[in-house]
């Protein structure tokens, strides 16, 4: 049983950054293409950028040019760089396979952005 564990959120002002990391058990994280996922209150889950194993990219429009994704296969982990942070972005962000059967979803980071 695959167990994700994010971390990293925490309170920013409106155009601060911060990263979130994203910790995978099991032998199997390097094939799936991963992403980061967020949900803010009221609202569904989105995913906001997906990565594949040899690394290619793919962003919300929300997002773009703002958050970039990466991973480390050797440390089974994906990061999340964020910057120029909206209160907008204000969410519980996730990681989860984007590209086959999600495993069970972890806790989340919470990231508040307000002044």
């Known amino acids: 049983q695959v167990q994700l564990v994010e971390s990293g959120g925490g309170l920013v002002q409106p155009g601060g950054s911060l990263r979130l990391s994203c910790a995978a058990s099991?032998?199997?994280?390097?094939?799936?293409?991963m992403g980061w996922y967020r949900q803010a209150p009221g609202k569904q889950r989105e995913l906001v950028a997906g990565i594949s194993s040899s690394g290619h990219t793919n962003y919300g429009d929300s997002v773009k040019g703002r958050f970039t994704i990466s991973r480390d296969n050797a440390k089974n982990t994906v990061y999340l760089q964020m910057n120029s942070l909206k209160p907008e972005d204000t969410a519980v962000y996730y990681c989860n396979v984007v590209d086959g059967p999600p495993y069970s979803w972890g806790q989340g980071t919470q990231v508040t952005v307000s002044s």
């Open positions: 099991g032998s199997r994280f390097s094939i799936y293409v």
